[in-house]
């Protein structure tokens, strides 16, 4: 029988000493658990002596994880003892089991771990929701207390930190989290993205030797006060991503180079034309229902009408109105009875800009919201759907089959690919383009050499580069390259040495995930905690 029990107290509480089970009673719904302390004594909370003399007891009911399906009832047997200490404010205290019990703690030692591992993961409505599958009813208010009440983690002092921005509230509330890059791990969040806040945080952490980061001035500003020890590292990808759009905006600006691509349409032979069988004035050609609803009537009624038939009785025989019987007769043909809809002399309000779009459109504008924009502060008072019904019938309208131009993004796409992984059309097509401008060719040149820097760790060409690009009329590579220069020892260390901010960039998506999660619940302190501790 002892053997039994002391299996029972090693597969109950496999890793808690001093408690002995009495009884074990297991029914189809509830496990009903007896046990009780074995400890000699207890240390007083209030003064920390310890005692032996017991002053009474008592049960207590704690709640614990279910097993197998079933309810698990902890009657937990409890002894309140005296405490002999005389300047001690307490007389009695009663002794808590450890990593089983708390004082006032509802729940067991290990249910509340796993309440609280549920919150971190799912936060608190999910969360609560998952704790009822196995058979815990909590509320999503009890699970976020749970995961606020968590203690705060232990890391060492990072040695390579990233710094990165996450928006609380996107384009108003931003904070800052940093992450230690060589683990891995997020080491802190901060409210705001301030350089005197982060630069608070790394005077207090002097063993920081590198400091990954955007090319955000205020992180540039709060490093240098805060870590002035440190090498400020600027992150390749955002270096490249800037050259991006550089390179997007300098294609733009010669967007008519890019119309060589183009061949003159063939001059096409008319056929000779041919007389039409019946002249008509009508905007519906044969085929169209309602034009051809109209033809047949209006041929039926004159056809009866020659027969010797009235038009009172012709009303009766089609099932007309004498109405429409009389607007049919006194016709001539059906193309007069096209009216309001179907008259197409009608004017628009778009008329007077109607030349102004045409020669828009001819430049290569195609974009109907922009040509709208353009004409409004010409005078325009109509709508934009007039505007987008002109371009779309545009658009849409016969036109003799040639290339179309490639757009200012495509174009900077050829340039900034690696030239072998373009294919034979693009490499030609991106060929006739540089022959024709000579800007575009410089600025290949320039976005390749660049790459060169960045995929080799060659950042002591990055004077050399700056220098090529100013001799060129390039403006917008201009505007890149004087921020850089701004940034010089930042964006060489970045396009050496091979630290990088990527593992930040992926705690920012976690953070806006984890943000999803707590919708309408996510106060600073308790986003903390869930990316600190997750």
């Not at 490093?223 to 020890?229: L, V």
Request: aromatic fraction near 6%; hydrophobic fraction near 40%; charge should be positive.
């Amino acid at each position: 029988m002892e053997d039994v029990v002391l299996r029972l107290e090693e597969l109950l509480f496999p890793s808690i000493a001093d408690v002995a089970v009495l009884s074990v009673d297991v029914n189809n719904e509830t496990v009903r658990i007896e046990a009780c302390c074995t400890a000699v004594g207890a240390v007083c909370p209030g003064c920390g002596d310890r005692s032996s003399r017991v002053h009474g007891s008592y049960l207590r009911f704690p709640a614990d994880s279910p097993s197998a399906g079933r309810r698990v009832v902890l009657c937990l047997e409890v002894r309140r003892f005296m405490c002999g200490n005389p300047s001690c404010d307490r007389r009695t205290f009663v002794e808590q089991v450890s990593g089983l019990t708390r004082r006032f703690g509802r729940w067991t030692e290990g249910l509340r771990s796993t309440l609280a591992a549920v919150g971190l993961a799912l936060a608190g409505r999910a969360g609560a929701r998952m704790a009822g599958v196995f058979g815990v009813s909590v509320s999503r208010s009890t699970v976020l207390r749970m995961v606020s009440a968590l203690p705060e983690p232990e890391s060492p002092a990072p040695r390579v930190v990233g710094v990165d921005e996450y928006a609380t509230r996107k384009g108003r509330v931003y904070g800052t989290v940093l992450v230690d890059v060589e683990t891995r791990r997020p080491v802190d969040l901060l409210p705001d993205r301030e350089a005197s806040s982060l630069a608070a945080w790394l005077a207090e952490r002097p063993g920081i030797e590198v400091v990954c980061r955007d090319r955000a001035p205020f992180f540039a500003e709060g490093a240098a006060t805060g870590a002035p020890q440190a090498i400020q590292v600027a992150d390749r990808w955002h270096l490249w991503h800037n050259l991006g759009e550089a390179t997007e905006r300098s294609v733009a600006q010669h967007r008519g180079c890019l119309r060589v691509l183009v061949p003159e349409p063939a001059p096409r032979t008319s056929p000779e034309p041919t007389p039409p069988e019946e002249a008509s004035s009508s905007p519906w050609p044969t085929g169209h229902r309602f034009a051809d609803r109209i033809r047949t009537r209006h041929a039926t009624v004159h056809a009866l009408l020659e027969a010797g038939h009235s038009r009172r009785s012709i009303g009766r025989q089609l099932h007309m109105t004498h109405r429409t019987v009389k607007s049919l007769a006194d016709a001539p043909k059906p193309e007069d009875l096209f009216r309001g809809q179907w008259q197409n002399n009608r004017t628009s309000v778009l008329d007077e800009y109607k030349p102004y779009l045409d020669d828009r459109w001819n430049a290569g504008c195609t974009n109907a919201w922009k040509l709208w924009e353009e004409i409004v502060p010409l005078g325009y008072k109509g709508t934009y759907g007039i505007v987008s019904a002109y371009i779309r019938k545009k658009r849409t309208s016969p036109q003799p089959v040639t290339a179309k131009p490639p757009s200012p993004r495509t174009v900077s796409k050829w340039i900034l690919s690696r030239p072998e992984t373009l294919t034979e059309i693009e490499q030609l097509r991106l060929k006739t383009v540089l022959a024709q401008c000579p800007e575009l060719e410089a600025l290949t040149g320039h976005v390749r050499s660049f790459a060169t820097m960045l995929t080799e760790r060659q950042g002591e060409r990055l004077p050399q580069w700056l220098d090529a690009v100013r001799q060129d009329d390039l403006p917008s590579l201009h505007t890149l390259a004087a921020g850089i220069d701004r940034d010089r020892q930042a964006v060489i260390a970045g396009l050496t040495l091979p630290w990088n901010s990527g593992v930040v960039e992926g705690h920012v998506n976690r953070i806006k995930m984890l943000k999803r999660q707590m919708f309408g619940r996510a106060g600073f302190q308790l986003l903390r905690k869930r990316v600190l501790l997750s």
